[in-house]
């Protein structure tokens, strides 16, 4: 895997919405935890406009990803809310020029997509992190303490308490994942993640359980979870019970997909749509160990 420069002081960040629209008191506040790490924000041209639940049309949205990407003078870009809208647009984005001058981009959700596709496509790291919308709910310095010191290279690695269906061992393998009903949408694309021999992160948010339980089946009848060396669950953020109950809670559907499978499992890790939402580096080897007291995952750098 490529891995770009990190970040110093002084360095041009860019601030995009390549999905959704993101209220303008939001990205404020984001610009000033920018500037407090001494970095200097540029604002995309999609940050304003508005086309339905758009952060403007699709032909707008693509142009500008397009210019963060080509932007030498641009070392990281940071999207600043999910939803949904990469999907339409990333097929018709260049990377040429991001290949051979890698960046950081930054964001969630959504964002899964674009993560896939450097990982799947051009073997880039990125990095899972906090944004602008999540500031709703406001500051939560842990997420964005962890996204500064992923951006400017210092030491990451979590310790978390234990889950009762964790499944204890070690492994160690590029992480890559995201948000699990992104990663089946890119199934079949030039974005489709791959698993093998790699250590996927999962989350998710706002489905039925059986909805859930139809994104994990799909995964694993895709075979992403057959040539895994770990999972890492995240949050699991409003799934909603069926009427009737379908009978599993969103922990045991993920326990019982891969509960015949042999590598390490940790549930319960603070990434994803509720806080916190600790930065995770994709693209980055990973050591997962899980045990009966707890779980930790350091990034190998």
Request: charged letters at 20%; aromatic letters at 10%; a negative charge.
């Amino acid at each position: 895997m490529i891995k770009p420069s990190y970040l110093q002081a002084g360095d041009k960040i860019g601030v995009i919405s390549t999905s959704n629209f993101t209220e303008e008191s939001y990205i404020n506040q984001l610009l000033d935890i920018l500037k407090s790490w001494q970095l200097e924000p540029v604002l995309g041209k999609t940050i304003g406009p508005r086309a339905g639940s758009f952060a403007g049309p699709d032909e707008l949205r693509k142009n500008d990803l397009q210019e963060m990407l080509d932007n030498d003078a641009i070392k990281a870009i940071l999207q600043t809310t999910g939803g949904y809208g990469i999907f339409r647009i990333i097929d018709q984005v260049s990377f040429r020029n991001y290949k051979y001058k890698p960046k950081w981009i930054v964001g969630y959700s959504d964002t899964t997509f674009l993560h896939s596709h450097l990982q799947g496509s051009l073997g880039t790291a990125s990095i899972q992190a906090t944004m602008a919308a999540d500031l709703e709910a406001g500051y939560e310095e842990a997420s964005w303490e962890s996204l500064r010191k992923a951006l400017f290279g210092e030491e990451l690695s979590y310790t978390i308490k234990t889950h009762p269906l964790n499944r204890a061992g070690v492994a160690e393998g590029i992480l890559v994942g995201g948000t699990a009903s992104i990663l089946c949408n890119a199934k079949g694309t030039f974005s489709e993640v791959n698993t093998n021999g790699n250590i996927l992160f999962l989350e998710e948010v706002g489905e039925k359980h059986f909805r859930l339980d139809s994104y994990i089946m799909s995964l694993k009848k895709a075979g992403k979870f057959k040539y895994l060396k770990g999972l890492i669950i995240g949050h699991l953020t409003d799934i909603l019970e069926d009427e009737p109950p379908f009978g599993m809670t969103p922990e045991e559907i993920i326990h019982n997909a891969v509960k015949e499978l042999d590598f390490p499992v940790c549930f319960g890790f603070p990434a994803g749509h509720s806080s916190p939402n600790l930065a995770l580096k994709f693209g980055i080897p990973v050591r997962l160990q899980v045990t009966t007291s707890g779980s930790t995952i350091r990034f190998m750098e």
